[in-house]
C-alpha cells in the first residue's frame, strides 16, 4: 500500500474507502510499466539486501517504525520518513559508518 501512496494518494484513499468505482477501471499500458519496474528493483534489492527489514505499518506509524529501526542499523525496505511536514518514502535505506544513504527506485 506505500507503493500506491506514493504513486497516487487520491487513488489510494478511493481503493481503501470506495473500491466499487476503482474496480471498473483497468491500468493503462504506462501504470503496468510502472509497476512491473517497481517489481523488479523490489526483487533486486530484496536479493542484495535479504536481511532488510520491511516497514509495514503507514503513516505516523510508519515514520516511527523506520525510526526505531534506524536505531537498530538494518537495511530497511519502505522506509518512511518525516522531513519539513511531509512524508518521504525510500524504497532500501542503507546504514553506512560514515553517513546514511539512500537508494531511490530510480537510481537502481
Not at 36 to 65: H, S
Request: hydrophobic share 40%; with cysteine.
Amino acid at each position: 500500500m506505500n507503493d500506491q501512496f506514493q504513486m497516487c494518494p487520491k487513488d489510494t484513499w478511493l481503493k481503501l474507502h470506495k473500491p466499487e468505482p476503482v474496480a471498473q477501471f483497468e491500468p493503462i499500458e504506462f501504470e503496468l510499466y510502472l509497476m512491473e519496474q517497481g517489481n523488479e528493483v523490489e526483487g533486486i534489492a530484496r536479493e542484495l539486501w535479504p536481511n532488510a527489514l520491511l516497514v509495514t505499518a503507514t503513516g505516523d506509524d510508519a515514520v516511527r517504525e523506520t525510526q526505531r529501526l534506524m536505531a537498530a542499523s538494518v537495511p530497511i525496505f519502505q522506509a518512511t520518513l518525516l522531513s519539513n511536514s511531509s512524508r518521504k518514502f525510500l524504497e532500501v535505506r542503507l546504514p553506512t559508518k560514515r553517513a546514511e544513504k539512500l537508494v531511490s527506485d530510480t537510481r537502481v
